[in-house]
């Protein structure tokens, strides 16, 4: 059977991820028959709730479903809340007699799902005392799973790391990028490796650039008090934007599994060019949104925003030239940008490919070096909010003479077929339930990840800005175009 076996416990359990992110996605499991009458949810906060009230908060956070209210309650009745302060061993306690208590009464083989939802300044302290009062259990398993941020810069990541090694191994530490749930950025290893056409090509002889945009259209909302100490640069690209480089780049895996997977893409990312300064000014540009128009609407500046500092530096944009230095990239940009308040939500990947090496329709009073290069293959991944592939190639265009049209052969899947696909979290959890880590961070990613990034960071805390400089609605400052026409390129997507 597929039934999985398991006590969660949720430090964070009244906050918003877990309301509008996992108990969707456990109900979801619970619906699909991963889980069953084996399970059983702690919900733990500071706050005091009771465990009919938090089965209440739970059911409201699945109104969106067309589920009967008998179900709804024998879902709910697998949900116990427990007031906790993180800071008070005696705590701890409590939490140990009720999940003894919960371990029995559902079965559960001691499995158990330690799952940090929460600020990440007390996980070390959280993840001690779940070791030193012995809530993690000596003969079922015992994970681990943390959301980001993880740390703000290499040096407070490899601390952290240490507090969680301290208390879990790193094969039980299961770091969360939903990136790595959602369908299409796993497609990308079915596109490269199950396709002779494609991968044969993916290198520095056939590829001009590879270009990644993780577009939003959404401010800053209510959480500008957390942005405006991160920024884009931390928020998106030291995670979800290298992963999906890395993806895009590593080498084949001998065998599709977690730890050949997982070794590749940390030789891709090792490989990753850590810039010195001079270097960060000419590849990487930021830019922080103005007052602006999307469909209708109106927007306000970043710094007048809810819990934003008037004078803010924080970038609510980044775009930059990656370069990999191996032998299947020398030479081949790979650029990356994300923002938010921008024309439209849309994460795509353009793979470009370089022109035939002679255009033999030029006329003929043109030598091949004057004549205009062919149109260039491209390879379009739409991740979101459409999921799909494209490939533009060249035909002829119908009628007299000999004009050269390029077409989009495109395919997207069906909206039946995403409504029934999972969503992030709900893979993400279950593959965590079956203690397969293939699509979660690990320790060696996160930290070259911020490598790569605290060069960036660094070179920008010395040196002020001009911001706003791209009105919402936009596909960012102008220096991000630029950015891409020095190298005689430009952004395929420009909406
Ligand atoms: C999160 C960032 O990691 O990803 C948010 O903290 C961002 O700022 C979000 O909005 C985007 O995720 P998605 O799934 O909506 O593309």
Redesign the pocket.
Known sequence: SNEQIALFTIFGGTGDLAKRKLYPSLFRLYRKGFLKERFAVIGTARREWTDDYFREVVKESLIDFDSSENELDSFASHFYYQSHNVTETEHYHNLKKLATALDEKYRLNQNRIFYLAMAPNFFGLITEHLKSEKIVTPDGFNRLIIE?PFGTDYNSAAKLNDEIRGAFEEDQIFRID??LGKEMIQNISAIRFGNNILESLWNNKYIDNVQVT?A?A?GVEE?GGY?DKSGALK??IQ??TLQVVSLLAMEAPAIFTEKNIREEKIKALNSVRIYSPEEVKQNFVRGQYGAGKLAGKEFINYRDELNVDPQSETETFVAGKLMIDNFRWRGVPFYVRSGKQLTEKG?RINIVFKPTPINVFRSENETACQAQDTPRNILTIYI?PTEGFSLTLNGKEIGDGFNINPVKMDFRHSADTLDNSPE?YEKLILDCLKGDSTNFTHWDEVAQSWRIVDVIRHVWDQETTEFPNYASGTMGPQAAFDLLERDGFNWIWNP
Do not use: P
């Open positions: 980001k939903h990136y993780l939003e959404l959480r942005y928020d998106m995670n979800h994460t979101q992030a």
